[in-house]
């Protein structure tokens, strides 16, 4: 090699050399960028969004996402997007359905330069939201060992289209994001665990405290019926309604445990138990001029725990009685019970403010509460816990403006 060859040689190598440093300074920046920008961020969604707008600018692109994986359905959802405006909340994707089912589904990242020729793309979701994907980045998000989604930008502002190199500024950026869901939802976990440690030392001390208390009251009420015969029918309703105390402070405290709920199981009507319901909210709601109602068909007696399924109904009707508003016009409240399709059920259905879909997706999430001043976020959850336990299903319908029902159905196997 003559001294030509050598000194071109050793400058290609110094200006790859300097190339890579500027690459290595480059994802530095950007990884020093992501922590300042994860610092105050102490919720999933916000968190995203962040950085996603951040990653739509670095890459010059129009736009990006973040699809989670759901574990229990296997399905993809958009759980947050930039400020671009795309409506993706509804939209969900099967595991390896398009690019982005694909990467969660095999772990391996993918630059696609013409979406329009790549055999893999799945143009649905272009398809809800008017937006024309051309070309993108995707690359996989990696917590604790596993994969819990992905991370994407579309559209490259310029026509040189995307390379290794934007590929690894949106790994780094993603792996960063992982991280960081990782730590809020550990920190999540915790606050979740102390909570329930809090609300079983408080529901331990509440039923000890509260035993002594009513059981002056139920002492009393039997001396009043004793004394007055006359006064039973109206000391009979004290004596339920304090044992109702008492058992649900029984259960929140079984709940907060971990406890499994142990059923009093018999064969009983569901006539029964919505008629009782009735009787005991009627008055309550005349009061709130709002009219209960109570439809029924043909019902074949289930086996379950009377009492338990009694406050599951009763939760649901004192929910509908708080989802009213004023200047509601006629507000009601239905409680409905049958036979459909040989499956016994009951519904509670009411004409309030309905819920949005955040609120359904996390109803029965233990301390979540919207909209009440006074909710401690367990009463749902108690109430799905037993639902389960009689190995029945509960489902909601809710619209914002127009009511929600609330609907249990029972196998016929009942709480077996």
Do not use: W
């Amino acid at each position: 090699m003559n001294k030509k060859s050598v000194k071109k040689s050793l400058g290609n190598s110094a200006s790859d050399l300097l190339k890579q440093v500027e690459q290595r300074e480059a994802e530095i920046n950007v990884l020093q960028e992501i922590n300042r920008r994860f610092r105050d961020h102490f919720e999933i969604g916000s968190l995203l969004r962040e950085v996603l707008v951040y990653a739509r600018c670095i890459l010059e692109s129009e736009a990006s996402s973040a699809v989670l994986l759901n574990e229990e359905t296997q399905k993809l959802f958009f759980y947050a997007t930039d400020d671009s405006g795309a409506g993706l909340e509804s939209v969900t994707l099967e595991l390896g359905q398009g690019i982005v089912g694909q990467v969660v589904a095999s772990g391996q990242a993918r630059i696609v330069n013409d979406c329009k020729t790549d055999s893999d793309f799945y143009a649905g979701v272009d398809q809800v939201t008017g937006f024309v994907t051309r070309s993108l980045i995707c690359v996989p998000m990696v917590a604790e060992g596993k994969i819990i989604g992905a991370m994407e930008v579309l559209n490259r502002s310029d026509e040189r289209g995307y390379t290794d190199k934007d590929l690894r500024i949106l790994d780094i950026v993603a792996s960063q994001a992982s991280l960081a869901i990782e730590y809020v939802r550990a920190n999540q976990k915790r606050s979740f665990a102390e909570r329930m440690a809090l609300v079983g030392n408080m529901a331990a001390g509440v039923v000890h405290d509260l035993r002594n208390s009513l059981s002056v009251i139920l002492g009393y009420a039997d001396l009043i019926t004793m004394q007055n015969s006359a006064q039973k029918p109206y000391t009979e309703v004290i004596c339920r309604e304090v044992r109702k105390v008492t058992e649900f402070c029984q259960e929140l405290l079984e709940y907060s445990r971990g406890d499994e709920l142990c059923l009093e199981l018999s064969l009983a009507g569901l006539d029964q138990l919505m008629e009782e319901t009735f009787k005991s909210y009627v008055e309550l709601c005349r009061n709130e001029n709002i009219s209960l109602e109570i439809r029924h068909g043909e019902s074949a007696p289930v086996l379950l725990d009377v009492n338990r399924m009694s406050r599951v109904v009763q939760n649901m009707v004192s929910n509908a009685m708080q989802a009213m508003y004023s200047g509601l016009t006629d507000p009601r409240i239905i409680l409905e019970y049958g036979n459909r399709d040989g499956v016994s059920y009951l519904a509670v259905e009411d004409n309030g403010r309905g819920m949005d879909e955040e609120t359904v997706n996390n109803l029965y999430q233990p301390f979540f509460t919207k909209g009440k001043v006074a909710g401690t976020g367990l009463g749902m959850a108690i109430v799905k816990n037993i639902v389960e336990v009689h190995k029945a299903t509960i489902s909601v319908k809710s619209t914002v403006g127009l009511g929600t029902r609330f609907e249990v159905c029972f196998s016929a196997s009942g709480g077996k």
